[in-house]
């Protein structure tokens, strides 16, 4: 990708954005059987080391999409020369406060959002959601706090926020190099488009209805923290503070205070989404008026 990738057909730009999430799935699918075989001849059973065999999986999965990331970095596209520009305009405290702000909105958002699932019936229709969470909930919590809240997410902020998501944008947005007025709005209209696009695509490749609409509405916001904050270590701490809240929620009594009265209990939940409208308003009024 270059900045005449706009010359290229659609067809060639859509499979540019699909075929690194099928080297993901080919690659995590071959790495899980091939460790699940291995697991089996040891006698191990499948469905308790499952988080053991998913992060060793997730581990081999990185490095062939950091390769694409690392590629797309490299050439002069729209998308990573803004992204170059927010981040280098930023100051080092700026930048950690950023970091502490979107992990903490993560958090409170996830936990906002499974809250309100957990009011509806979603989750019990679901069988693909509670065979996912049978297995994710399986092997102990020192797996669940390396693979899914540390390697899964930097492997999925890799692929979709960097990789899906900044090709999303080369292809929407048109070229503006006067950076007129109506150019300017144009893009700010095609980063819209590419944010939804690729939390739907995060959404959906999660495969269930209910991961469909957590991963969908964090998707989104993920993206967001991806623009403020120039890099995906913005999204990456978000990801990490929303997966942890749901091991800890699991796996510790940290939310045992929680009301079990459903009017109670949907009001602690107004107040976690409020928390992290909060959250993501401060960060916005910070990287608007900071001077960087």
Same mark, same amino acid.
């Given at each position: 990708m270059n900045p005449k990738s706009y010359k290229y057909s659609p067809i060639f730009k859509s499979w540019n954005i699909i075929y690194p999430i099928f080297i993901y799935f080919v690659v995590t699918n071959l790495a899980m059987s091939l460790? #699940? =075989?291995l697991a089996s +001849?040891?006698?191990a059973d499948y469905q308790e080391q499952y988080m053991t065999l998913q992060t060793a999986s997730v581990a %081999?999965?990185?490095p062939f999409i950091a390769n694409y990331y690392q590629k797309d970095r490299k050439e002069p596209t729209v998308f990573w020369e803004h992204m170059g520009i927010v981040f280098e305009r930023k100051s080092a405290s700026l930048k950690g406060i950023n970091g502490i702000l979107m992990f903490l909105a993560g #958090? %409170? #958002?996830g936990i906002a959002l499974n809250n309100l699932l957990a009011l509806t019936s979603l989750e019990e229709v679901s069988k693909g959601y509670q065979e996912v969470t049978g297995y994710f909930f399986a092997g102990g919590?020192? +797996?669940?706090l390396l693979g899914a809240c540390l390697l899964t997410p930097f492997l999925e902020e890799l692929l979709y926020r960097s990789v899906v998501y900044g090709r999303l944008c080369d292809m929407m947005i048109l070229d503006n190099e006067e950076k007129t007025e109506s150019g300017k709005k144009r893009e700010r209209y095609g980063r819209i488009i590419? =944010? %939804?696009f690729s939390a739907v695509l995060f959404g959906v490749l999660h495969m269930n209805l209910v991961q469909f609409i957590y991963a969908g509405v964090l998707g989104i &916001?993920? #993206?967001w923290f991806m623009e403020k904050s120039g890099h995906f270590y913005g999204p990456l701490l978000a990801h990490i503070g929303a997966n942890l809240m749901s091991v &800890?929620? %699991?796996e510790t009594d940290l939310f045992a205070w929680m009301p079990e009265g459903q009017g109670a209990y949907l009001a602690v939940s107004a107040a976690f989404a409020f928390a992290a409208v909060a959250l993501i308003t401060a960060l916005q009024i910070l990287n608007r008026c900071k001077k960087e």
């Open positions: 460790f #699940a =075989m +001849f040891l006698g %081999v999965t990185i #958090a %409170v #958002a919590i020192l +797996f669940e590419a =944010m %939804v &916001l993920f #993206a &800890l929620r %699991v």
